[in-house]
């Protein structure tokens, strides 16, 4: 049995811990491992194709045609029999009589006659009889005829039907997260709604008699709310949709009746989560569902907690920035990349350098390291407390040190996140 200040990850049980600190912590692995399983892709919903760059498809999007659907011109020039330019040249050009001319958009109503050209553009379906394009550049045309000064083989400039796309075949496969492109692709099809992984809703709670809305009046020992402007950027980052951002005063009863109403499937709340006589988030998280995990062995955000209220997932982040921001990457982040269908890896670019100094570390926890990068290599940042918000936009990027070595050593290679995406 766990003592009075002890409890499993994964226990309903939540051991008051104000003013009295944490006598056990759960790894990070063990409390990303609980994330993992407690979060799944979400259900599918149908949006509008000209909404779904970014967002992750639910299901394989099948060709429903054959793109293009005809064969067409992929040059302007003219519409002719690839075999009758056989031999023609600069010096002994092909005359040929031109029986017309076919717009994009619009069939001609005709076979192509024999010895016959039609003045064709780019995109316009390729007559029946004729199978090559020449490009206007080898044409010239005078008293409706036109000269060839170039042989053509058949089918030169001619997109073919299907070329791009087969009717049946696969053309994006369910989890691809859609680019641009893609969703050119699928209106190419002619589809103007698809079938995607609905995004998470996320409430955003902060706390603290000590926070101040900015653009509000500040009172002399407050200080201005930095948080919820980082959580939401965060969470809409990974593809979360904000149901709704509150601002709350170190009330029991507010934090409770903004924690009670269903309609997100995550809530981050910043701030009370720690060991202070004000932190309530703890104990309402296990009066009203679960608190699985509360204290981990990282620096910062040792004070994290998680847990569930009904099918909502809760993250108990710490009040100051750099704490609340690392806590959500490990932790908040990775669920919501996880019900939104997204990978699960965190969306910073990574490089390998060298330190040009040591970076210091103690075993047993996870470090979370502000570093800047120099000529010399990756140097850690002086200034890293973890109410230190500046150090993150002083900052290129950080690193993170495992919980086995006391660090790393000047000279060692280090993987780098860059903050920049």
């Known amino acids: 049995m766990p003592g009075p200040d002890e409890y499993n990850p994964g226990s309903t049980d939540a051991p008051d811990v104000r003013m009295r600190g944490f006598s056990a912590r759960v790894s990070v692995a063990d409390a990303q491992t609980w994330v993992d399983r407690v979060t799944d892709r979400l259900e599918a919903e149908v949006i509008l194709t000209e909404q779904a760059t970014g967002r992750v498809l639910s299901e394989d999007v ?8 005809f064969d067409r011109a992929a040059v ?35 076979p192509l006659p024999e010895a016959c050209a039609l003045r064709i553009m780019t995109g316009a379906p390729v007559p029946e009889g004729a199978d090559t394009v020449v490009p206007a550049e080898y044409c010239e045309e005078r008293d409706g005829v036109v000269e060839i000064s170039a042989a053509c083989p058949v089918g030169r400039n001619v997109g073919q039907r299907g070329e791009d796309v087969r009717k049946g075949d696969v053309l994006l496969a369910r989890g691809r997260r859609l680019r641009p492109q893609d969703t050119g692709l699928l209106a190419s099809l002619g589809l103007a709604s698809v079938a995607v992984v609905r995004s998470p809703r996320v409430r955003i709670i902060v706390t603290g008699d000590e926070l101040a809305a900015p653009g509000a009046q500040r009172a002399p020992h407050q200080i201005f709310d930095a948080n919820s402007f980082l959580m939401r950027g965060l969470a809409e980052r990974d593809g979360g949709v904000i149901e709704r951002v509150l ?17 997100a499937d995550v809530i981050l709340v910043a701030g009370g989560s720690s060991v202070g006589a004000e932190d309530h988030a703890p104990a309402l998280l296990a009066e009203l569902g679960d608190i699985a995990i509360h204290g981990i062995a990282m620096r910062p955000s040792c004070p994290t907690g998680m847990g569930s209220i009904g099918d909502t997932v809760v993250f108990l982040l710490p009040g100051n920035p750099v704490s609340c921001l690392c806590a959500y990457d490990f932790f908040a982040g990775r669920a919501l990349r996880r019900l939104g269908g997204r990978s699960i890896d965190w969306p910073y670019r990574i490089r390998r350098l060298p330190l040009a100094r040591k970076l210091v570390s103690a075993i047993g926890r996870v470090d979370y390291c502000r570093v800047r990068v120099t000529p010399e290599g990756v140097v850690p940042l002086a200034l890293s407390g973890a109410s230190i918000l500046s150090s993150t936009t002083i900052a290129e990027g950080f690193v993170i040190v495992p919980p086995e070595p006391e660090g790393y050593g000047e000279g060692m290679q280090v993987e780098v996140y860059f903050y920049d995406q």
């Open 247 to 263: 601002r709350l005063t170190d009330d029991r009863e507010s934090l409770r009746a903004a924690l009670e109403p269903s309609g």
């Open 62 to 69: 099948h060709a429903t045609l054959d793109v293009p659907a």
């Open 76 to 110: 302007d020039g003219y519409a002719l029999r690839g075999a009758e330019t056989l031999g023609a040249g600069q010096f002994a050009p092909l005359q040929l009589s031109v029986a017309g001319e076919v717009f994009a958009g619009h069939a001609h109503p005709a």
